[in-house]
Every structure is written in C-alpha cells, then in structure tokens.
C-alpha cells in the first residue's frame, strides 16, 4: 500500500468533515453568534482572561493539545497493524476527538471560563465536580512528570535541540513584549523570529558541539530545570511566555508537517507493516486497547482540560470556537495521520519493521518509540534535499516543541483547577496563582523523583491511557447534560460518550487485573481508585441526565446554565 495515497484519503475526510459536520454542530446544535459576549471580555484580567485573535488562539491550542502522546501512542498501535491505526485515527478525530474538543470549549465560553470539572458541579452536584477535579488533577500530575522526562530524554539523545528550544523561549517573551507593550502587529516580529527559530535548528549540532557541557546534563538535572521553568510560565501573563510561545510553535509544527507530508509525496514509500496483526506478542487485546492506545491521536481528555482551562479564556468572538476546537483537534489527527506513517512506511524493509516491533515489550519503550517516529519522520524530510542530520534534528526539535507546549499549559491548567478545588472548600492560601502553582509543580517533581533519573513519572505511566479516556468520557457527560438541560439534541455528544466509556471501563478493568496477576499493588490499588471514582461519576451523571429537563427560565436557560 502506498502511503501517500492514505494520507490524501485521510486528509480529504478531514476537510470533509471540517466543512460539513462541524458547521452542522456549529449551526444547530450550539448555536453559535459571534456578537455573543465571552469570558476574556468580561473577566479580562490580563494573566488569564485575555481577549486573544484567532489565528494565535488556535496556535496555543493546537500545540497545548498536540503533545508527545500523539506521536507514542501511534507509533505502538501499529504494532496491530496500519489499518485499524488508520481507522481509528481517522473515524476517531472527525466523529468523537474533534466534537469533544469543540463541545468543552463551547460550554466552558458559555460558563464564564470555568474548567469542565468545575462545570460538573452546576450540570450534576457538587460531589461529582470533587471527584472529577481529584480525576483530572491525578491525570496532568502524571503529565507534568512524565513530559519533563520525555523533553530531558530527548534533550540528551539530540543535544542539537537544546539550543534550538531555548531560543525559541528567548524569542516568545521578547514578542509577547513588543505585540502586548510595545504596540506592534505581531506578524512580521513572528514571521522574523520563526526564521531565527528555523536558522538556530541548522546550527543547533554546531552549538552542542561547542559546548561538550550541554551534552553531558543528565536527564534527572533536566527535569529539574523544566518543572522550575513550568512554574514560571504557569505564574507569568499568558501572553508574556505561553501564548507567543505557542503561536511560535504552531509555525514550527506547520511547517513539519508541510515537510512531511511533501517528503512522503515525493517518496510514495511503501507501508512495510501489514494491514492487521491482530495477535503480536507480549501484546493486550486490540479491542479495547487499540483506543487507549492512540488515546491523543483521536480523542483525549486532557484535550477537553485545554479547552476548558485555558483556551475558553482566551476567546475573542464565540465562532472562533469552531476553527479552534474542532479544527484544532484535526490538526492533531494529522500528527497521529503522519506518526502512523512514518513508523510503518519509514522502514527500508517489511523485515526491518517485524524486528521492530518483534513484540510489545520491543516496541513499548519510549525510546523505541521515538526513535521510530525521529528516523522515519527524519527520512521523509530528507527526501527534500535536506541533510538527513538536519532533518532529524528538525524533527527532535517538533517532537520536544510539541511536549513542551502541553508541559506548559499542563502546569497552568494545574494551577487554576487547584485554586477552584481551594475555592470550593474555603482554602484561601491556595487560591493564590504561586502557591497553587507551587503546590502543582512540587507535586509532580517529586513524582518524577521517586525514581533515578527523573523516571518516577513512569511508575503511574500504565494508567495514563484509562484515565485520558476516562476524563473524555465524563467530559462528553456533562456536555449532553448540559445540552439536555437546553432541550437541544445529545446524541452527537452522548454516543461518542457512550463508546469511550465502554472502552475506558474494559481496559481499566483489565489492567487491573494485570496489575494484580503481575503483584503490582500500586498499580492496582491506583487502578482500582480511578475505577471505583469513574464508576461513581458515570452513574451520578447518567442518572443526572435521566433526571434533566428543559425548563427554561427567564433567560431563557435553567437556573444556573449558560444557554
């Protein structure tokens, strides 16, 4: 098979449903007016409510929710075979990614910013928003801790991107400065920036060569490093450091995947992994796990906390919500489009890729991961004319920019759900952005130092995937609630609901059964929690949603529902 025929058929159905089916939920399911007002206008307090364009909202949201796991998570589902990767990557985004990204984002702009676990409470009751907030609050503690490994992993195997990455720093704060202070249109500062970020990738080898010391940090002084920087950047204005940042990244990630994508044309590589390999070994079920697996690279909880918790924050007019939203999630279909590819047509050979993926153990590393998606990815750029080194580099470097943004706005998103669990209990000390900042990062640092190198982080790894889908699941819970409460139809939210759901309850059961076969009593107990909470919260919101009737009040919308 070839691959550039997969991605133009992906790619089509992407526009396809950009075109059609997001207008459609856009239209008439949401209702969208851009003369609504919305939460960076009304609360504007120029930290986290700042009234944002478009074009450089959608650049912070598209690489906060496009971080690493987009790229490792289908970089081992192939491993059962490029087709039903492919499907799910493909049906996945147009049909349940892209509406759950869209929907959080709406009812959080249309509830004055707050997070969808804080929206829980109003949808459902007060204890569910607990349990959801605790939910979430476990699932980014496990982020922060294991994308600063990554990142530090990364920094050490190509110390060429450490130059590259830290420019890109210097560069986000000066243009937050000139765009935010000094009065300038921000597109040819950016414009100019992007190209001293591109020029400083060519020379990044150079740097660390210069410099032996920047290749002899360790991957545990490096995560030390970014949680300290995470903490600043959670604390600073958004647009001092995040969302210039970020708008510089989107340029960045573009443009990788305009080089990937013109390198697989020019290649047409054959795919060398086959179709289906429904039985590897060592491997869990295809079915559920194939959904947990890709997990980003279709749909994602933590996705919906990007939406709800920064983002709706930023909006400036409320149709902004669609090419952000839904748009933004299809630009993550195409990441995981483009690491499905580049682990299954960037081998030289169909036996290359067998004793890649010899087994699950094999292949379920993280270093086998990346390598597979930095090499084969490096590859397609290389068929450009571009040194291969170069073009390995560049993809390090899209790799780490991707982890780094969602490592950034997990920090954030960490911050502000702390300080509305504080706020619900009267903990006024913590709804202080330092303190409840300094509460987030020291909790996740000292996760990743409960093991050598900065590798604690991984010990809760396992039930990254569960709790992701679980987060979704609940996410498009309280998004039908909230739209039968409207009297408006929920069947585009609640069926996608439904399969997540499903999915998420027979794996979770079934790592737990793992873990206890494996005598892995944190894992289990852990697992066990996660499951007992996400039966509790499934239930209180389903009987929430039986119980939801349309009584609209003189506003318009239920007491205590944005309409």
């Not at 990738?201 to 970014?226: E, K, M, R, Y």
């Not at 990937?260 to 039985?279: E, K, W, Y």
């Not at 909230?482 to 790592?511: C, N, Q, S």
Request: with cysteine.
């Amino acid at each position: 098979m070839n691959a550039a025929i997969l991605a133009v058929i992906v790619l089509i159905a992407y526009a396809l449903g950009y075109l059609f089916y997001s207008k459609f939920l856009s239209e008439r399911i949401f209702g969208l007016d851009p003369d609504e007002p919305v939460p960076s206008k009304q609360c504007e307090d120029g930290v986290d409510f700042v009234p944002t364009r478009m074009h450089v909202l959608w650049g912070h949201h598209y690489t906060s929710i496009a971080g690493a796991a987009p790229i490792v998570g289908p970089a081992l589902a192939v491993i059962w075979g490029w087709l039903p990767a492919l499907l799910w990557v493909t049906l996945g985004t147009l049909t349940m990614g892209a509406v759950h990204d869209f929907s959080s984002l709406v009812v959080s702009l249309r509830n004055k910013g707050r997070s969808i676990g804080d929206i829980a409470g109003v949808v459902v009751n007060s204890r569910v928003r607990t349990l959801f907030l605790l939910i979430i609050s476990f699932l980014i503690w496990v982020v922060l801790a294991v994308f600063a490994f990554i990142i530090g992993t990364l920094f050490v195997a190509y110390p060429g991107s450490i130059f590259p990455i830290n420019i890109q720093i210097l560069i986000a704060v000066l243009l937050g400065w000139l765009v935010y202070r000094g009065g300038m249109g921000i597109l040819w500062p950016s414009l100019i920036g992007y190209a001293i970020l591109l020029a400083s990738v060519f020379v990044g080898q150079d740097v660390a060569a210069a410099i032996p010391a920047l290749g002899s940090i360790s991957v545990g002084a490096w995560v030390w490093l970014l949680m300290i920087y995470s903490f600043v950047a959670s604390v600073l204005p958004v647009w001092l450091l995040l969302q210039p940042r970020d708008y510089l990244n989107s340029h960045q990630l573009i443009t990788g995947l305009v080089l990937l994508t013109g390198g697989l044309f020019v290649l047409h590589p054959a795919v060398q992994a086959p179709a289906l390999n429904p039985s590897p070994p060592g491997a869990p079920p295809i079915l559920p796990f194939l959904f947990i697996t890709i997990a980003c690279g279709a749909i994602s909880g933590f996705h919906g906390l990007v939406s709800s918790g920064t983002t709706s924050k930023q909006v400036s007019c409320m149709t902004d919500a669609r090419p952000i939203g839904y748009g933004g999630m299809l630009g993550e279909g195409a990441v995981g489009l483009l690491a499905i590819l580049a682990t299954t047509a960037g081998f030289a050979t169909a036996s290359e890729w067998h004793a890649h993926y010899a087994s699950w153990g094999a292949a379920s590393g993280l270093g086998p991961k990346l390598a597979a998606f930095v090499n084969g990815g490096g590859g397609f750029i290389a068929a450009l004319g571009i040194p291969i080194g170069a073009a390995k580099i560049f993809v390090a470097v899209m790799v780490i920019a991707f982890a780094a943004t969602s490592l950034d706005t997990g920090a954030r998103i960490q911050r502000l759900i702390i300080s509305e669990l504080a706020s619900a209990y009267g903990i006024r000390p913590l709804t202080n952005r330092y303190a409840a900042s300094g509460v987030g990062i020291g909790a996740a640092l000292v996760l990743a130092l409960t093991q050598a190198g900065g590798k604690g982080g991984l010990i809760l790894w396992p039930l990254f995937g569960t709790t992701n889908q679980l987060v979704a699941g609940v996410t498009l819970l309280v998004v039908s609630i909230w739209l039968r409460k409207l009297g408006r139809p929920i069947r585009y939210t609640l069926i996608p609901m439904f399969v997540v759901a499903a999915a998420t309850l027979v794996a979770m059961v079934e790592e737990l059964r793992g873990h206890l076969a494996a005598g892995n009593w944190l894992l289990a107990t852990t697992a066990a929690a996660i499951l007992i909470l996400d039966v509790w919260v499934l239930l209180e919101g389903l009987a929430a949603l039986y119980a939801a009737r349309p009584e609209p009040g003189p506003s318009g919308a239920p007491e205590g529902i944005s309409p």
